[in-house]
């Protein structure tokens, strides 16, 4: 699932249309999607309300690829089994809400789940490292979180070298990947996969484009 040699592309399903999810996801998977995106927000941690374990279950029916599913809570300790459950394949909670992340991910793991934190753009990188070693993937918002569609905030690129040198010099750069979300495109995308990236979350620019395969490819070989 991890594959340390080359950029994952996850298309995040708040772009595509809720009426023809299954159609919508089943074109970005022929397109050479690597990972769906899922956005779950709950309304409380960030202003606005989605996604929940519901249709991440029948998501998991038809999907023929790994569902990442990032969960925007406020109680993240108290629902997070409910998405691996459902069929989550990575679970990615917000540093900001655990009461325990340590127990979370160590919970996580024990499903057979991959684990991620999320950090929003103004958590330092520095809440994350003394449970980075326990990752799989660390996540970079690089927008507010709340909405599709926002514009990349220019020091996420800073806030990606900043974490990947070190996790370099901790030598868990083999081992636990860096994924961006919020305002990726061509020209935001290659600034922070050179920074470090490896996992971009496009919504708009993939699900929007006239050419999805071409859109893909282009995160993909950056």
Known sequence: MLTPSRVLVAPSILSASPLFFGRDIEAVEKAGADWHHVDVM????????????????????VSKIPLDVHIMVSNPDDVAMSYIDAG????????????????????????????GVALNPATPIESVYEVAPLLDVIMLMSVNPGFGGQSFIENSVARVKALHDWLVAKQLDRKVRIEVDGGINEETGRRVVEAGASILVAGTFVYK???QKHAINLLKTL
């Open 42 to 61: 709950d309304g409380h941690f960030v202003p606005n309300l989605t996604f929940g374990p519901p249709l991440i279950k029948e998501l998991k029916k």
């Open 88 to 115: 989550a394949d990575l679970l990615v909670f917000h540093i900001e809400a655990a009461k325990d992340a340590k127990n979370l991910i160590n919970a996580i793991r024990a499903k057979g789940v991959k684990v």
């Open 209 to 211: 484009a006239a050419d």
